[in-house]
């Protein structure tokens, strides 16, 4: 008797053990999770805060005036806040539009036969202009997207259309990705050309002849063909 109660002491006492270990393995993995998470969260923290300051400091460099600093990483300021972040005070010395202008697009399709099929021009900014249109809250991107991509490549390409500057290459495919896409949204079909046309058209002044007759375009430009990225099937 006292053989197998001394034997039952001894598996309580290595199941109790046991018990132990296997809590304090528990424990541990716990605290290690707890610490690889919190490592985590700190370096996303940290990500964010350093990406917020240094976005606050290439904006205060970009419309700072001019100094040494700002000279001197003009293109890294210029590679941050174009053309996402552009900053101008145009909200408080508005410069509206003397004209308006119809920005066209027509693409190009190569069928598996070798012939080319162009499309009819689609008229990409009545697309904006209806969406805007009686709506009381319209979009930053009906507004301003396509409109504002277009006066800027003209401020960078003059009459042609030779971009002699990485910000110009780099608003010539800003401007070709936002038509390209805009025309896929309204039109079936693939293609891996497009094309743009814009119509400048005067704004006549309000209860003269001229605003009762339809305006005469005063500039019918015709820009390149470009290759985008296939859209459609």
Same mark, same amino acid.
């Given at each position: 008797?006292? %053989?197998?109660?001394t034997?039952?002491?001894?598996? /309580?006492?290595?199941?109790?053990? &046991? ?17 690889a ?40 300021v ?15 010395? $508005?410069?509206?539009? /003397? ?44 507004? &301003?997207l396509?409109?504002r991509?277009w006066?800027t ?12 500057s ?10 070709r ?9 309204? &039109? ?15 704004? %006549?002044? $309000? ?27």
């Amino acid at each position: 008797m006292q %053989a197998v109660d001394t034997e039952r002491a001894q598996q /309580s006492e290595s199941g109790v053990s &046991n018990a132990g270990v296997k809590g304090a393995g528990t424990s541990s993995k716990r605290e290690k999770t707890a610490r690889a998470l919190h490592k985590g969260l700190f370096t996303v923290v940290l990500m964010c805060l350093v990406t917020a300051l240094t976005h606050v400091a290439m904006v205060f460099l970009h419309v700072a005036p001019a100094n040494h600093v700002s000279k001197r990483y003009s293109s890294q300021v210029n590679a941050w806040v174009y053309p996402l972040f552009e900053q101008n005070w145009r909200l408080f010395a $508005p410069d509206p539009d /003397s004209a308006n202008r119809q920005i066209l697009a027509r693409t190009s399709h190569t069928a598996p036969d070798g012939s080319v099929q162009v499309s009819g021009w689609f008229d990409l900014a009545a697309v904006d202009s209806s969406a805007v249109e009686h709506n009381v809250f319209p979009s930053h991107t009906a507004q &301003n997207l396509l409109r504002r991509a277009w006066t800027t490549y003209v401020e960078l390409h003059g009459g042609d259309d030779a971009a002699d500057s990485e910000r110009a290459v780099m608003l010539q495919q800003y401007l070709r990705n936002i038509a390209a896409d805009r025309f896929a949204d309204h &039109n079936s079909g693939p293609f891996e050309f497009i094309q743009l046309r814009v119509l400048t058209l005067p704004i %006549a002044a $309000p209860g003269t002849a001229a605003s009762k007759r339809p305006p005469v375009p005063v500039e019918n430009r015709l820009l390149p063909w470009w290759k985008v990225t296939r859209h459609g099937n």
